[in-house]
């Protein structure tokens, strides 16, 4: 009788173990995120997912759809801008989502990927002038909850 306890004890222990491995590796191998409603571009949809390379970097993956053209906001801006928050809360321009015709297709669907050392807790795009910018526009088109 105390084999089977023991061996009952144990199934359940390895099963526990097993659950929480699983989700971890699942959870540190990629997380997406979906952009919250936009009131500057209210039909735009779409989400981040980041991911570690083997070189232990952040992938960061965006794909956007019904995401207006940057030249008819009010006012009218020259690009999209990603910027990411770090673990470190850094703010970091991490590149442009460009508004060209090869990249918005008909359906206005962009799609964007940058690498990162950094861990990004956060990821937002605003409409700027100029794609180098240091700061952000206040005016966020698109933003995530932090992950």
């Given at each position: 009788?105390?084999?089977?306890?023991?061996?009952?004890?144990?199934?359940?222990?390895?099963?526990?173990?097993?659950?929480?491995?699983?989700?971890?590796?699942?959870?540190?191998?990629?997380?997406?995120?979906?952009?919250?409603?936009?009131?500057?571009?209210?039909?735009?949809?779409?989400?981040?997912?980041?991911s570690k390379d083997n070189n232990k970097n952040y992938v960061v993956k965006?794909?956007?759809?019904?995401?207006?053209?940057?030249?008819?906001?009010?006012?009218?801006?020259?690009?999209?801008?990603?910027?990411?928050?770090?673990?470190?809360?850094?703010?970091?321009?991490?590149?442009?989502?460009?508004?060209?015709?090869?990249?918005?297709?008909?359906?206005?669907?962009?799609?964007?990927?940058?690498?990162?050392?950094?861990?990004?807790?956060?990821?937002?795009?605003?409409?700027?002038?100029?794609?180098?910018?240091?700061?952000?526009?206040?005016?966020?088109?698109?933003?995530?909850?932090?992950?």
């Amino acid at each position: 009788m105390k084999t089977n306890k023991s061996n009952s004890k144990f199934k359940m222990y390895s099963l526990v173990v097993l659950t929480v491995l699983s989700m971890s590796f699942f959870y540190s191998c990629s997380h997406k995120v979906s952009f919250l409603n936009s009131s500057i571009v209210p039909a735009a949809r779409g989400s981040v997912k980041v991911s570690k390379d083997n070189n232990k970097n952040y992938v960061v993956k965006i794909r956007i759809d019904n995401l207006a053209e940057v030249s008819r906001l009010q006012p009218p801006k020259n690009c999209y801008v990603v910027w990411m928050i770090t673990d470190k809360e850094e703010l970091r321009n991490i590149g442009q989502i460009k508004s060209a015709e090869a990249v918005l297709s008909s359906k206005l669907s962009a799609y964007y990927e940058s690498v990162s050392s950094f861990k990004p807790i956060r990821i937002f795009i605003t409409a700027e002038n100029d794609a180098a910018a240091t700061n952000p526009d206040p005016i966020i088109i698109l933003t995530t909850s932090n992950f």
